[in-house]
């Protein structure tokens, strides 16, 4: 059973460097500053050990190793993992040892750090067991301490008590209110059921006269599964008078004879020890499992992020054609549509581009009005001016083509945008290409920039030449009217309209022979009328031609301005631009190019370690014993720590091997 917290302790080690990447088997200590915590862990180890002072002073996560040695040593003496070249036998000198290694982490100013402090601790008179010491709950910050020292600490607490593998010690004052505990507070918040919190009751000495914890050790209040252990430390006298242990224990046992006669055997520093070592080697056996698996799941992982990082000696020269390679294909990947990693959550690469073409170009397009800015005054004030001197019979072509040039050059702005939209697009799938892991160009911070510079002037230099494409396409339509197009209103169907026009008032322009003065005014009231009706057919007719050609050249436009664009700029870069990577960088500055990014460099140190550490950790798995495995791997059922009080006959009553261990000083 010791081996498993060994394995524990060994798993602990290996993750000291960069923090666990694991959630690993541990019991947590957490109170408030005046709850006791620290008594409890001294009296756990028998020696005053801890550092002591005002406010904050556990400043760091101290994890505390009980090793129990089996070999004949007297005096017993600790390692901190830190330095293991110093061994400590004067527990004084390590309390200044955790205090200098606090200010060396958290520094000098009263704030906290989560770097934490591993300290092992042998003797042969402990039972294997492995704590974690948090910073005391506070609530106002005193001296130097942050203005938040109240959130920094409530946030440590939870980030060790969350880990579903963690048993919760909550250390609980007696002679307070339960209901107003912030340890059991937070062990609540994360432990709903209290599956895992083991509530520790300090200070039974300490209630008022006549005032007892019976309902509070039975289990009436505190709503643990784990179990609740009463426990007397030593008090602040005693400490400053450096109070033996061994003397304050037989204090505390003889406390119990005579107040809590009846569960004294279930309560004390010894039967707290023996319960959490139970539970904790029981909780191991149920976590190991999966905690293995755990730990072959992330070094997969991490050996995958590790290799796709790359090695780092590499024939640059070689390496470099072959990043430019990735870059090209994936570029041109991402405009046709065949790259591995689809885009779920929107539009990219040439389906934006398609997008631009055929939603924005026809929306821009559709929302231009033939006749937009041309009021019936214009257009006649426009034929009668191409008709000069003389009256026409028809509507003159020279005014109809000045209009519709008019209203041809609306569609230029629209083209222009397109270009520049597409231009934007494929700017937006550089960046998108070099920082592309599988491309590995963030691994190069130059040669990533440099990539980005030669593919963006490439787009550049391309911009120009298509604008004026789309220019000259659009001045081709205004060079030439083609009124003998086939979608185009011909001229017999305006010459039939204008002569069915003419028939229908040729009675009233028949002269006659005698005009009265009446018959004159109406003659010259119906020439009025005429002339009005004529100007209105014009209008028509000339609208109606306007709006023919314009959806003419509208359809063109749609149709051509694509492919001008796809002509001049998307189809020459993907041509031409793996040719123009190696032109512009396949020079003398390879290596300065290809230096890797600090950074880069750092993440691929702090994988190394990790996949180190979780190679290790592994070994350390996969290295148990098969006899002990079995024993492990097929336990699937946890006993639970029964509550107190409990009785007579448990095992945790009886004279084992282990009860000798502590109470052989009483006999």
Same mark, same amino acid.
């Given at each position: 059973m010791?081996?498993?917290?060994e394995?524990?302790?060994?798993?602990?080690?290996?993750f000291?460097?960069?923090?666990q990447?694991?959630d690993?088997?541990?019991?947590?200590?957490?109170?408030?500053?005046?709850?006791?915590?620290?008594?409890?862990?001294?009296?756990?180890?028998?020696?005053?050990?801890?550092p002591r002072?005002?406010?904050v002073?556990t400043?760091?996560?101290?994890?505390l190793?009980?090793v129990?040695?089996?070999t004949?040593?007297?005096?017993?003496y600790?390692?901190?993992?830190?330095d293991?070249t110093?061994v400590f036998?004067d527990f004084?000198?390590?309390?200044?040892?955790i205090?200098d290694?606090t200010?060396?982490?958290?520094g000098s100013?009263?704030?906290?750090c989560?770097?934490?402090?591993t300290?092992k601790?042998?003797?042969n008179?402990?039972?294997n067991?492995t704590?974690?010491?948090?910073?005391?709950l506070t609530?106002?910050?005193?001296g130097?301490?942050?203005?938040?020292i109240?959130?920094?600490?409530?946030?440590?607490?939870?980030?060790y008590?969350?880990?579903?593998?963690?048993i919760?010690?909550a250390?609980?004052p007696a002679?307070?209110?339960?209901?107003?505990?912030?340890s059991?507070?937070l062990?609540?918040?994360?432990?709903p059921?209290?599956?895992r919190t083991?509530?520790?009751i300090?200070?039974?000495?300490?209630?008022?006269?006549?005032t007892d914890a019976?309902d509070?050790?039975?289990?009436?209040?505190?709503p643990?599964?784990?179990?609740?252990?009463?426990?007397v430390?030593?008090?602040?006298r005693?400490i400053?008078?450096?109070k033996?242990?061994?003397?304050?224990?037989k204090?505390?046992a003889q #406390?119990?004879?005579n107040h809590? &006669? *009846?569960?004294a055997?279930?309560?004390?520093?010894?039967? =707290? !020890? @023996?319960t959490?070592?139970?539970?904790?080697?029981e909780h191991i056996k149920?976590?190991?499992?999966?905690?293995k698996e755990?730990?072959k799941?992330?070094?997969?992982?991490k050996?995958?992020?590790?290799?796709?990082l790359?090695?780092?000696?590499?024939?640059?020269?070689?390496l470099?054609?072959?990043i430019?390679s990735?870059?090209?294909?994936?570029?041109c990947?991402?405009i046709?549509?065949?790259?591995?990693n689809i885009q779920?959550t929107e539009?990219?690469g040439?389906?934006?581009?398609?997008?631009? #073409?055929?939603e924005?170009?026809? &929306? *821009?397009?559709?929302?231009i009005?033939?006749?937009?800015g =041309? !009021? @019936?005054?214009?257009?006649?004030?426009?034929t009668?001016n191409?008709s000069?001197?003389?009256?026409?019979l028809?509507?003159?072509e020279?005014?109809?083509?000045?209009?519709v040039?008019?209203q041809i050059?609306?569609f230029r702005?629209?083209?222009l945008?397109c270009?520049?939209l597409v231009?934007?697009?494929?700017?937006r799938?550089v960046?998108?290409c070099?920082?592309d892991p599988?491309?590995?160009?963030?691994?190069y911070?130059?040669?990533?920039?440099?990539?980005?510079r030669?593919?963006t002037?490439?787009?550049?230099s391309?911009l120009?030449? *298509?604008?004026?494409?789309v220019?000259?396409?659009?001045?081709?339509?205004?060079?030439?009217i083609?009124?003998?197009?086939?979608h185009?209103?011909?001229?017999?169907?305006?010459?039939?309209e204008s002569?069915?026009?003419?028939?229908?008032?040729?009675?009233a322009?028949?002269p006659?022979v005698?005009?009265s003065?009446?018959?004159?005014?109406?003659?010259e009231?119906?020439?009025?009328?005429?002339?009005?009706?004529?100007?209105t057919?014009?209008?028509?007719?000339?609208q109606?031609?306007?709006?023919?050609?314009f959806?003419?050249?509208?359809?063109?436009?749609q149709?051509t301005v694509p492919?001008?664009?796809?002509h001049?700029?998307?189809?020459?870069?993907m041509?031409?631009?793996?040719c123009e990577l190696?032109?512009?960088?396949y020079?003398g500055?390879t290596?300065?190019?290809?230096?890797?990014?600090?950074?880069?460099?750092?993440?691929?140190?702090?994988?190394?370690?990790t996949?180190?550490?979780?190679?290790?950790?592994?070994?350390i798995l996969?290295?148990?014993?098969?006899?002990?495995?079995?024993?492990?791997?097929?336990?699937?059922?946890v006993t639970?720590?029964?509550r107190?009080?409990l009785?007579?006959?448990?095992?945790l009553?009886s004279?084992?091997?282990?009860?000798s261990?502590?109470?052989?000083?009483?006999k």
């Open positions: 010791d081996e498993l917290v394995i524990v302790n060994q798993l602990q080690d290996v000291l460097v960069s923090g990447v694991v690993l088997p541990q019991v947590v200590v957490v109170g408030s500053q005046s709850a006791g915590k620290s008594s409890v862990l001294e009296h756990l180890v028998g020696k005053s050990f801890l002072g005002v406010g002073v400043r760091c996560p101290l994890v190793q009980l129990h040695s089996t004949e040593v007297v005096d017993e600790a390692i901190f993992q830190h293991q110093k036998t004084d000198l390590i309390s200044k040892e205090q290694q200010v060396k982490l958290a100013n009263k704030g906290i989560h770097v934490p402090i300290l601790i042998y003797s008179s402990y039972l067991l704590l974690v010491d948090l910073p005391g609530k106002i910050p005193v130097d301490q942050p203005t938040d109240e959130k920094q600490t409530r946030d440590m607490v939870l980030e008590i969350r880990n579903p593998n963690c919760i010690l250390v609980t002679n307070a209110d339960l209901t107003t505990s912030e059991l507070a062990a609540r918040d994360v432990d059921e209290g599956e083991l509530a520790v300090t200070k039974l000495d300490l209630m008022d006269e006549g019976w509070i050790l039975s289990g009436k209040i505190i643990v599964k784990l179990g609740i252990i009463g426990v430390n030593r008090s602040q005693d400053m008078e450096n033996p242990m061994k003397k304050a224990l204090e505390e #406390f119990f004879q809590y &006669k *009846a569960v055997r279930t309560h004390g520093i010894p039967y =707290l !020890t @023996k959490v070592q139970k539970i904790l080697t149920s976590c190991l499992p999966n905690l755990n730990i799941e992330k070094l997969s992982k050996q995958e992020e590790l290799k796709a790359g090695e780092v000696n590499l024939d640059k020269p070689s470099l054609i072959d430019m990735k870059f090209s294909k994936m570029y990947s991402i046709k549509g065949d790259t591995e779920t539009l990219s040439g389906a934006r581009i398609n997008y631009v #073409f055929q924005s170009l026809a &929306k *821009a397009l559709r929302t009005d033939a006749l937009s =041309l !009021t @019936k005054g214009a257009i006649l004030t426009a009668q191409a000069g001197a003389s009256p026409g028809f509507i003159p020279v005014a109809f083509e000045l209009l040039k008019r050059q609306r702005p629209p083209c945008r270009v520049d231009n934007e697009e494929l700017s799938i960046l998108t070099a920082d599988l491309i590995g160009l963030e691994r911070p130059t040669l990533q920039k440099e990539v980005i030669v593919v002037e490439l787009l550049h391309r120009p030449i *298509a604008n004026q494409m220019e000259n396409f659009i001045d081709y339509q205004l060079a030439y083609n009124t003998r197009h086939p185009f209103i011909t001229n017999r169907v305006i010459g039939k002569i069915a026009f003419e028939e229908e008032n040729c009675i322009r028949k006659t005698k005009l003065e009446k018959s004159l005014t109406v003659s009231k119906s020439k009025k009328e005429e002339e009005t009706s004529k100007e057919r014009d209008y028509q007719l000339i109606k031609l306007i709006q023919s050609y959806s003419i050249v509208q359809i063109t436009v149709d492919k001008i664009i796809m001049s700029i998307v189809n020459f870069v041509e031409r631009l793996h190696i032109t512009r960088l020079n500055n290596y300065n190019l290809m230096k890797e990014s600090e950074d880069f460099v750092e993440k691929r140190q702090e994988l190394a370690t996949v180190a550490q979780l190679e290790k950790a592994y070994g996969t290295s148990i014993k098969p006899s002990t495995k079995s024993h492990v791997f097929n336990c699937n059922v639970e720590a029964p107190a009080p009785p007579p006959d448990s095992d009553n004279n084992s091997d282990l009860d261990i502590f109470y052989s000083e009483f």
